[in-house]
């Protein structure tokens, strides 16, 4: 081995990752050493934050400090899109290279490289195919206050011009009902449907909270919402008969693709510092990735900060408490 290389977790709410997340991300940095394209240990430092929503931007902030004095040469996270913009700002201030995995593309920047689970911009255009496909062409748009929610609504309007789509309120004659936005709201709306509307719903990816609470996708049942990961992905199905069961497959897919990202790129260069990670991350192209559709693939490039290319946004609706792809 070539020494200790310290890269930093940043866990900006209670349910992104936890104990399983790291476990997984060691498990992808063994694999990247197993086959002689990582010469150093790699030691992971993890820092928990109250982010936002509900939490503070303070909180962030203070976390990244204390990744960024113990000299970590990159960082895993955050994964909400409201963290990623404070985290951007930070990582371009400190000269840090992170790999966020959220939904925003508003979070990349020099320093700041995006792992793509959903797409603020990209899901618009996505249901909209599907539902247009389909033959819904009345569409009742439903939508929360969020920063989240929008950036979804901005994108769609350039969707449903470019599909046809005529979007109504709510109470009026509409062929589907679309959410965008966080899952509050949206188990707000699941709430309020629950046996009395029998017209198709679409979701963003926000019903992938459902994974995390079976009281929740219970009220979405029969929704069809984007995801970031399929039954049919042999990568996914690999790694997870070897961590075991009990782990969605999201934080599964996500935790072992960003930790084969960081392990390429730490394996690219001789002597890991936060410059010389940056540009090996840059170096990295065409891995096939554990979420989205058989040969998706990710890799950056010098002016290419989406790590996530081809299908990764995949259809899926929560049916008698399963998610199904669809």
């Not at 990159?74 to 992170?98: K, W």
């Not at 599909?163 to 709430?191: K, M, P």
């Not at 075991?244 to 497959?249: F, T």
């Not at 394996?267 to 040969?295: C, D, F």
Request: aromatic fraction near 8%.
């Amino acid at each position: 081995m070539s020494g200790m290389v310290a890269v930093g977790i940043l866990r900006d709410h209670p349910t992104a990752g936890g104990d399983a997340f790291a476990r997984v991300v060691r498990q992808a940095f063994a694999d990247v050493h197993a086959v002689g394209r990582l010469a150093h240990d790699v030691e992971l430092v993890e820092e928990q934050a109250d982010g936002l929503p509900r939490g503070t931007r303070e909180s962030v902030e203070a976390a990244f400090a204390r990744l960024a004095a113990r000299g970590v040469v990159a960082i895993i996270g955050p994964a909400i899109s409201d963290n990623g913009l404070v985290v951007r700002d930070l990582a371009d201030a400190a000269g840090l290279p992170c790999v966020n995995w959220t939904g925003g593309e508003e979070t990349r920047s020099e320093w700041m490289f995006h792992y793509q689970v959903g797409s603020l911009e990209e899901e618009p255009a996505f249901l909209a195919m599907h539902m247009a496909e389909r033959g819904h062409r009345r569409i009742a748009l439903v939508t929360d206050d969020s920063l989240v929610g929008r950036r979804y609504v901005d994108f769609f309007g350039d969707a449903a011009a470019r599909w046809r789509l005529d979007v109504v309120r709510e109470d009026e004659r509409a062929d589907a009902i679309l959410y965008l936005g966080l899952w509050d709201e949206a188990r707000a709306l699941g709430l309020r449907l629950t046996g009395s509307d029998r017209r198709p719903v679409f979701a963003n990816s926000a019903l992938m909270y459902g994974h995390a609470s079976p009281e929740w996708r219970r009220e979405w049942d029969g929704w069809c919402y984007v995801d970031a990961y399929s039954d049919r992905n042999a990568v996914l199905a690999d790694v997870r008969a070897r961590v075991g069961d009990g782990v969605a497959p999201v934080t599964v897919g996500a935790a072992y693709d960003m930790g084969r990202l960081v392990a390429e790129g730490i394996g690219t260069v001789a002597m890991p510092t936060r410059p010389t990670v940056k540009a090996g991350l840059e170096r990295v192209k065409v891995v096939p990735s554990a979420l989205g559709t058989p040969g998706t693939t990710m890799g950056f490039g010098r002016w290419e900060r989406g790590a996530l290319k081809g299908g990764f946004l995949v259809l899926r609706a929560w049916r008698d408490g399963e998610s199904v792809e669809a």
